[in-house]
């Protein structure tokens, strides 16, 4: 089945691991390609997501160098031959004026034969660019019938009225929605109720969120994801630190309470939100411990799944 077909049924499990581009120092795609392929033998995922990996300058100094890294469109195709997997490519869609954007995406959809896209807005809506807000993107990308893509979104769960952007983009086509990493439950949860409560009022089947995770074996860690946005309380930040030696089983033990939270609040209160996973790795060495966290994150989830009756 495709990926297209498990997000919008609400009772199947949907298990999608984030996978950076490789740099010009990880060899050729092939050989990281092969790499991937023998770590993902380890466990079942339904996706590979391939974010798009630009210099951003309204965050202040990246804490983390940025390398340049293979197109995410030609890094999705060839995974999808070797590991015989679909890519979902993320996009960001505003650098480009729309009707060059629009030959990008039938490019990427004809000749690379990429199908699934996550669609991705600008740094700051203080900044003016010469392409489409995502709203706009997604919506051409609806009309264009040279197009076959199943799109998606981010979600930030702790940006205000976030579960109205999720009702703007989904009217627009989004099909399904990332979140940023989670290291903390009370304002995911928080979204979700809101979301819900907005597909009420309008009569509206709620689209799946991706909840996303990711270890972190390092202060730099840290740091990089408090650059990215990622909300990290000032408790959960302490205990990580603790000890430098078991902070990437603390930020696994952490990630479990967060979903075991999440599904439980679902669970109790019935919300029909569908739900998923998307675990990511932030940096190469953290590779194994993030197939770890899939492993475990993985089998939670796909035990609730079979044991809610919400949907």
Known sequence: MRIKDKIKRPRRPVVVYEILPPREKDGTLNSYAANISSLLSQ???????IPEVRDEVARGERPIKNQIR??????????????GIEAIINRVVVHQELEKEMNWLEETNSKYEIENLITVGGESRSIEYPGPSVNQALDAIRKNQKLDLLCGGISIPSREKESLRLIEKSENGSEFFTTQVLYDSSKIIKMISHYQKRCNELNTFPRRLLLSFAPVSSVKNINFL?????DIPSETEKKLKEDSQKMSEKSMQITINILNDTLKYLDDNK???????????IMSYNFQASIEMLQELSRIYREYCIKTDIY
Do not use: C, M, S, Y
């Not at 466990?43 to 997501?49: R, S, Y």
């Not at 293979?70 to 590991?83: C, Y």
């Open 43 to 49: 466990t079942h995922i339904d996706a590979i997501n």
């Open 226 to 230: 408090k650059w990215l946005g990622v």
């Open 70 to 83: 293979a197109e995410p469109r030609e890094f999705g195709r060839l995974l999808q031959d070797i590991v």
């Open 271 to 281: 919300i029909v939100v569908p739900v998923g996973l998307n675990v990511e790795h």
